[in-house]
């Protein structure tokens, strides 16, 4: 999909560019949106309506005269990868810290099963409730980042101290996400390659 979208940056060799993509990838691509529009479809023709993110668009725009259904679709399409995507990562990360720390794992599994009887008491207000789920969520976060860049911050009122250097009140700082220890690792312990003959 990544590679399938990349070649619209490249107008004048798209067309190139595109018949050089492996047919598997443009089939990916074909799949994954006739999967987004079915969804897309199916959650605009719903007999009881809910509030979601897509309720504004559907309520303030009956003649699809403010956005078309095309414009609807590429961008809930859009709204589709970028949600699964990043809960992906999250996930994937989050198993991996808890599978690589038993102890917070078994505090875990403690913290929820003894606060629910049954999977029907698990509402989302109650996992909020859970201290120690947050706290995993947050860290889970923070470690895997989905996103390439920090997550902004915006200083709080009077000003803070960041790295021993004052940023007064309402600034936005964007950190950089946290290294990678593993990766770090390497670097420390990478050899320069050698010279060229």
Request: proline share 13%; charged share 20%; aromatic share 6%.
């Amino acid at each position: 999909m990544t590679y399938a979208t990349a070649t619209r940056y490249y107008p004048p060799f798209e067309n190139i560019l595109l018949l050089l993509l492996p047919p598997s990838i443009r089939k990916l691509q074909r799949d994954h949106f006739k999967q987004a529009i079915d969804k897309i479809h199916r959650r605009m023709n719903l007999e009881e309506q809910r509030e979601d993110f897509m309720t504004p668009v559907l309520q303030n725009n009956p003649n699809y005269d403010k956005m078309s259904l095309g414009e609807i679709e590429s961008t809930f399409s859009m709204i589709i990868i970028a949600g699964s995507e990043t809960t992906a990562t999250i996930l994937s990360g989050l198993t991996n810290e808890l599978t690589q720390n038993p102890v917070e794992y078994e505090k875990l599994v403690r913290e929820i099963r003894s606060s629910f009887t049954s999977d029907s008491d698990m509402t989302f207000a109650a996992l909020k409730a859970l201290p120690f789920l947050n706290a995993v969520c947050s860290e889970s976060l923070r470690l895997c980042n989905p996103v390439p860049t920090g997550l902004p911050r915006v200083v709080p009122p009077g000003g803070a101290s960041v790295c021993g250097h004052f940023l007064p009140e309402n600034v936005t700082n964007q950190p950089p996400a946290p290294p990678n220890p593993q990766n770090t690792q390497r670097i420390q312990t990478a050899k320069p390659p050698p010279p060229p003959p």
